[in-house]
RNA sequence: GUGGGUGUAGCUCAGCUGGUUAGAGCGCCAGGUUGUGGCCCUGGAGGUCGUGGGUUCAAGUCCCAUCACUCACCCCA
């Protein structure tokens, strides 16, 4: 039979990487619960409206990244891209905005992107990510980069580079892109054929073209910031001023454009250097404009989401995962110390140790070696002298010393050891 | 969607210009002890050489296609 391989862009994550995921998330759990924000578990998919309405329709996303698919019922449902729409949805479905506000909300799990796999980025993929719904404050938008910085620093990651900006409101952006367009008319011959189209369908986004030939076409183009309107300059400079005063360095970039329609004022991305050609660790930025968009009464929101796998490589050297030491090893011989040691694994088992024994037939010598490589402290041995006797031969695998003693009292000692580190 | 690279044991790879039973290291299993680990020694299991076609007396080795992996573009997490 031929055998089946997992779909492309997708990966297990196998025991032993699971730990660095669960080191991870640990310290994820830890650091949101600090800022005061609640776990929210939203679906995994969602109604292909949300995503087409929320995100905008002429971004990659939705045109052309999103796995979607008709239910039995021909609902057209969307396995999710990103997790800010299913959140609003959910604040607004279960009337969150009718408690005290803001709500501070973050959840982690898997998104699903079409796309051609590459370094850092895969069909299926992990974020996590955060929330703060109903605040125009500017110290919720440095609260937010200020828990993201906070989370690399608790796993060690410091290699990376803020990048801030602000992309403005409906209030001076459409200014600010007729100027760019003036400004841009002149060059745009000489633009690469994705920045033509992207000329006319999303002017500031040629802002962001990595070509050399674009950037050089583009380096006397207006900045935003110059035009920025009077609450929106405010609001940047104030987020500023809180990020300097948090001591959180970042390096304003007024090419910096997000990928998600939804956007307003503050964007931020984070980059680090070792991450090859997809370099955000993760990105985001005050969406004021989206829980309208959704159905919902005006209401300003700030957020950010990361790459879990990427954070995860780029912590490569720094965030370990726990391998679980094993308290005992339980090798038996014959028949008689067989049914004791199963017997006496279990109890062990019971008493809160870590407990292992064999299942493979092995012989006493690789039940020890078996212990050894699984690291267990000490090795229980039960021949059919022992079991006769009611004893087991206590094994210290880092000294190697050996005693014969009471079964009640091996585990005694077994407790004693665990207590002691 | 476009382009480059790669596909040989569980893993990392070697197989020169096509030529007899396809190799190494690591890992795995067993033995070297009659009831004992880490080091060492010995032996063993394990490969439709990604798949399908083609060229040839002969293909892991050449050609085509296809799939997968990978890197980059695009976009972003």
Redesign the pocket.
């Known amino acids: 039979m031929a055998r089946i391989?997992a779909p492309?862009?997708t990966a297990d994550i196998l025991p032993d990487d699971a730990r660095r995921w669960q080191a991870l998330e640990n310290a994820m759990r830890d650091v949101f619960a600090r800022y005061g924000y609640g776990e929210i578990r939203t679906p995994i998919f969602e109604h292909t409206e949300l995503f087409a309405r929320g995100i905008g329709e002429d971004?990659?996303?939705v045109e052309k990244e999103m796995y979607t698919f008709e239910d039995r019922g021909e609902r057209s449902l969307t396995l999710r891209p990103?997790g800010t729409a299913g959140a609003v949805r959910a604040y607004l479905e279960r009337r969150l905005d009718t408690e005290p506000q803001p709500v501070k909300l973050w959840y982690a799990g898997p998104m699903f992107?079409y796309?051609?796999?590459?370094?850092?980025?895969?069909r299926q993929?992990h974020?996590l990510g955060a929330e703060c719904i109903g605040t125009m404050d500017p110290a919720a938008d440095a609260e937010i980069i200020a828990m993201a910085a906070s989370l690399f620093r608790r796993i060690g990651l410091a290699d990376y580079e803020l990048h801030l900006n602000s992309i403005g409101c409906p209030q001076c952006r459409p200014a600010y892109v007729r100027k760019l367009r003036e400004a841009l008319e002149p060059v745009r011959d000489s633009l690469c054929k994705?920045c033509q189209d992207?000329f006319e369908r999303n002017t500031l986004?040629v802002l962001?073209?990595?070509?050399e030939s674009c950037r050089a076409a583009t380096q006397d183009a207006p900045s935003i910031l110059d035009s920025l309107c009077e609450e929106c300059a405010d609001h940047f400079a104030t987020v500023r001023r809180y990020l300097d005063e948090l001591g959180i360095e970042y390096v304003i970039n007024p090419r910096l454009v997000?990928?998600?329609d939804y956007y307003t004022k503050t964007v931020f991305e984070f980059l680090s250097p070792v991450l090859?050609?997809?370099?955000?660790?993760?990105?985001g930025g005050r969406y004021d404009g989206l829980v309208e968009t959704l159905g919902g009464p005006p209401t300003p929101a700030v957020g950010f989401?990361?790459?879990m796998?990427?954070i995860l490589l780029a912590a490569e050297g720094t965030l370990r995962g726990e391998a679980a030491a094993l308290d005992a090893y339980v090798a038996t011989?014959g028949d008689a110390g067989r049914r004791v040691g199963v017997v006496l694994a279990e109890r062990l088992r019971r008493a809160g140790l870590r407990a292992e024994l064999d299942y493979?037939g092995?012989?006493?010598?690789?039940q020890?070696?078996?212990a050894?490589?699984l690291g267990a402290k000490t090795v229980l041995?039960i021949?059919?002298?022992?079991a006769k006797a009611g004893t087991v031969?206590l094994?210290d695998?880092?000294s190697?010393d050996?005693r014969t003693v009471g079964v009640d009292e091996a585990v005694h000692v077994l407790q004693e050891k665990r207590g002691e580190k």
Do not use: H, W, Y
């Open positions: 391989a492309r862009g971004t990659d996303v990103e992107r796309e051609r796999p590459q370094a850092g980025r895969a993929f974020q994705s992207r986004r962001d073209c990595k070509r997000r990928g998600l090859g050609a997809q370099d955000a660790l993760g990105g989401a990361a790459g796998e990427r011989l493979m092995r012989s006493l010598k690789a020890m070696r078996q050894n490589r041995i021949g059919d002298d022992e031969q094994r695998m880092e190697g050996e």
